[in-house]
């Protein structure tokens, strides 16, 4: 079974500031890790995900992750944030075979101040 | 041209009422799924279908029917409906037999309201 824990349901950052949203994970069996936005009152978009390979992993709008094994830590960042990232982030978690069955956490809300 | 698109956006009934949810991907995949986000923003999957086949099944309760029509359509009827099923309800497709490596490209959801 997969499981999702995000640290901080609110996150608040200046403009240009480091951003830094935290994700742990839970997984029986090797895991594939994902990063998806909400915009208000939109569906969900795939930021990026790691699935075998490079560890560090780079997606859309200048975010990246890193898929740290030991520490079972997926964490999203961008060195400098702006304001129209402001949006839920989403961590999710499905197995590496079968059916692709996302498992989300709960969610972080990124505040972005001028 | 919208990619996955639901209807309708917004959906207030009374409780007891039977309503729809259509949702068309036109992204030509197999597979589609429902989620329903509650109000603390928790995003659970309800059914996946491949194919027009279903797939998963999770502890839904079965006043919750899904029907796909064909692979480009998944529709999620609910019977009686109750103040917890206030929700967002999203729609979801991805590539293939929606195996794990296979991007889900999400709906702009629907917005259901119980009173």
């Known amino acids: 079974a997969q499981s999702v824990t995000q640290l901080g349901s609110h996150v608040s950052v200046s403009e240009g500031a480091l951003v830094l949203l935290r994700c742990n994970y839970s997984?029986?069996?090797?895991?594939?890790l994902f990063w998806y936005v909400q915009y208000p009152n939109q569906g969900l978009q795939l930021l990026l995900k790691?699935?075998?390979?490079?560890?560090l992993v780079k997606g859309i709008n200048g975010f990246e992750a890193e898929f740290k094994k030991s520490e079972t830590s997926f964490h999203l960042t961008k060195p400098s944030a702006h304001m129209s990232d402001a949006a839920e982030y989403f961590c999710?978690?499905?197995?590496?075979?079968?059916?692709?069955?996302?498992?989300f956490g709960t969610g972080t809300r990124l505040l972005v101040s001028p | 041209d919208t990619a996955v698109s639901q209807t309708p956006k917004y959906l207030v009934t009374q409780m007891g009422n039977d309503k729809s949810i259509k949702c068309e991907q036109n992204l030509g995949h197999d597979t589609m799924y429902w989620y329903k986000q509650d109000s603390k923003k928790f995003l659970k999957i309800m059914f996946s279908y491949n194919n027009k086949e279903l797939i998963i099944n999770e502890t839904v309760p079965n006043r919750f029917s899904p029907k796909s029509p064909d692979k480009a359509h998944l529709n999620l009827h609910i019977n009686s409906l109750e103040l917890g099923d206030s929700a967002v309800y999203f729609c979801?497709?991805?590539?293939?037999?929606?195996?794990?490596?296979?991007?889900?490209?999400f709906g702009p959801g629907t917005r259901l309201l119980v009173l």
């Open positions: 997984s029986s069996v090797p895991p594939y």
């Open positions: 979801a497709s991805s590539q293939g037999g929606g195996g794990a490596l296979q991007t889900q490209y």
């Open positions: 790691y699935t075998t390979g490079a560890t």
């Open positions: 999710a978690v499905s197995a590496n075979t079968g059916f692709q069955k996302l498992v």
